[in-house]
């Protein structure tokens, strides 16, 4: 069963704006990572955040974890034409396996 | 560099009639996955191994099976595609999990099987 939920299920911005993007789960995690899709690819890793850890910036991105809320959000500064595509949170188990959120599908129009 | 690479990138198939996918890395991760994501939804994880261990999800159906001959590649067998089973079929690598440390799975392109 799917693991994260995400909020919005689409977003659409135009080009220099913020996009901010929510992930939810429901059970204890090891770290909870980021990737992102374009349209008919595979995915690529953006960042990872492990539980012990409350914010993390790479770059324009910017993620949040907050475990009591078992909560997570993305925050892409001064988006780009370039970043449109779908971003999917997936926690991390213990057991090693990662299991994604539904993806929210971010259109960046310049 | 260092990659995973999934061939072809798009396939057609009839029903019924059986398919093989194939995965290959260069990064020398000791575990290999298989997702299926259908449209505008999560991947769904299929199996994986760890190095020869094979290790299915408890979901997955018995008409998907896979193989990995040695350490870089990996093949998704669907012995009798339906019409259900069309979707992008996504192979990943990484290291095992170790606790502390970062476990990023690198993606392939996909392959996108079309069922007539």
């Known amino acids: 069963s799917q693991q994260g939920e995400e909020d919005p299920q689409a977003l659409s911005i135009q080009e220099g704006e913020n996009a901010t993007m929510n992930c939810s789960y429901k059970?204890?995690?090891?770290?909870l990572q980021w990737y992102r899709q374009n349209s008919g690819r595979g995915l690529v890793h953006l960042i990872l955040?492990?539980?012990?850890?409350r914010e993390k910036h790479s770059g324009r991105l910017r993620v949040t974890l907050d475990t009591s809320k078992k909560s997570s959000s993305l925050l892409i500064t001064a988006s780009r034409a370039a970043d449109t595509a779908s971003y999917f949170c997936?926690?991390?188990?213990?057991?090693?396996?990662?299991?994604f959120g539904a993806g929210t599908q971010v259109v960046v129009t310049p | 560099d260092a990659m995973v690479i999934q061939n072809p990138r798009y396939q057609v198939t009839q029903f019924g009639k059986p398919v093989t996918l194939s995965c290959s890395q260069t990064?020398?991760?000791?575990?290999m996955y298989w997702y299926q994501q259908k449209s505008s939804q999560a991947p769904k994880l299929l199996f994986h191994?760890?190095?020869?261990?094979?290790?299915n999800e408890a979901d997955t159906p018995d008409n998907f099976q896979s193989r990995r001959p040695n350490t870089s590649f990996c093949f998704l067998d669907i012995r009798s595609p339906g019409l259900g089973d069309a979707a992008m079929y996504l192979c990943?690598?990484?290291?095992?999990?170790?606790?502390?440390?970062?476990?990023?799975?690198?993606f392939g392109p996909g392959t996108r099987l079309t069922v007539l």
């Open positions: 990943a690598t990484s290291f095992p999990w170790v606790a502390g440390k970062n476990n990023e799975q690198f």
């Open positions: 059970t204890s995690i090891n770290n």
């Open positions: 955040i492990r539980s012990n850890e």
């Open positions: 997936a926690t991390h188990d213990s057991w090693g396996k990662l299991q």
């Open positions: 990064l020398n991760h000791n575990v």
């Open positions: 191994y760890y190095d020869k261990d094979f290790n």
